[in-house]
């Protein structure tokens, strides 16, 4: 369950209440743990960022127009909670109203539970690739590759191009087979990580190793996939194209940055797809795709 409350009621600051949020919601006895859902680090980062869009937002409009007006919220990272419950026979509905009419709460919910639906991708062998018939792009498939035509890809490719490499695209899914040989070019590198030491935190982002990106399924710096949806989402975003392997991908030139936030069953939880969100928004992804 996430919980998150105005940082600037009563002049809490969140390392206070971190010690002991059930006393300060008045629900010690209900829950087992609570933890910070994100880290300081990210939490100052949000925080700059809401300034700027305030800011941005002061120069657009009257000044007193927007302190006036109760749909302005800058929302930060500050503050949000995840508590576990010691009693699984407690109503959550019921436990979230309550907790919901505290003046101190801004937003209360389950940790939901997210999942790629009933999908399951099959690997396809390096062989099979191989003995496909070429197309006019001589990637093997693309002769099937019906969704790109429909969607006029060719023609956009014919007009803008197929990707300069400088847009990263985070595919928070279940993971990338990063060593793909229609994948493994386009895949993104945190260089200081890769050129780094291992098991040390080089590039000070708060994760250590996330050399493709990083796993929030087991909290490690290797987000190799278990499942192959990820994998099969990030062909069809980024495969290279034009290489006479496999597939092309919508853009055959990007940077494709690996979050893992669904396990082998291809489910995972809000707070792990949170710090998925998170991550990829502070390493410089422009775009994330999310296919759950």
Do not use: L, M
């Given at each position: 369950m996430g919980i998150t409350y105005k940082s600037l009621s009563?002049?809490?600051?969140?390392?206070?209440?971190?010690r002991d949020i059930g006393s300060f919601l008045g629900i010690s006895d209900k829950i087992s743990s609570a933890e910070v859902l994100f880290s300081e680090q990210f939490v100052e980062q949000?925080?700059?960022?809401s300034g700027l869009k305030y800011q941005n937002q002061l120069r657009r409009v009257n000044q007193s127009a927007i302190n006036n007006s109760s749909k302005t919220q800058f929302s930060s990272l500050k503050n949000i909670f995840k508590i576990i419950l010691n009693d699984g026979s407690t109503n959550i509905q019921d436990f979230i109203e309550r907790i919901s009419k505290i003046e101190e709460v801004e937003f209360v919910?389950?940790?939901?539970?997210?999942?790629?639906?009933?999908?399951?991708?099959?690997?396809i062998s390096n062989n099979k690739i191989q003995n496909m018939e070429e197309a006019s792009v001589n990637d093997p498939l693309y002769s099937q590759q019906t969704n790109l035509t429909q969607a006029n890809?060719?023609?956009?490719?014919?007009s803008f191009g197929?990707?300069?490499?400088?847009?990263v695209v985070a595919v928070l899914d279940t993971g990338i087979d990063y060593t793909h040989p229609d994948l493994e070019e386009n895949m993104w590198v945190n260089e200081l990580e890769q050129n780094g030491q291992e098991g040390v935190d080089d590039d000070g982002n708060g994760y250590v190793d996330d050399i493709y990106g990083y796993d929030f399924i087991n909290?490690?710096?290797?987000?190799?996939?278990?499942?192959?949806?990820?994998?099969?989402?990030?062909?069809?975003?980024g495969a290279?194209?034009?290489?006479?392997?496999?597939?092309?991908?919508?853009?055959?030139?990007?940077q494709l940055m690996a979050v893992k936030v669904l396990g082998a069953n291809g489910s995972g939880l809000t707070t792990g797809i949170a710090r998925g969100v998170d991550y990829a928004f502070n390493n410089g992804a422009h775009i994330q795709n999310l296919s759950l």
């Open positions: 009563k002049g809490i600051t969140q390392s206070s209440v971190s949000s925080i700059a960022v919910e389950p940790n939901y539970v997210f999942d790629i639906g009933e999908i399951r991708i099959d690997p890809v060719d023609d956009v490719w014919d197929t990707g300069d490499g400088s847009q909290n490690d710096g290797d987000p190799f996939e278990d499942q192959y949806h990820g994998t099969h989402v990030a062909g069809i975003i290279v194209g034009n290489n006479s392997i496999g597939i092309a991908g919508v853009v055959w030139n990007v």
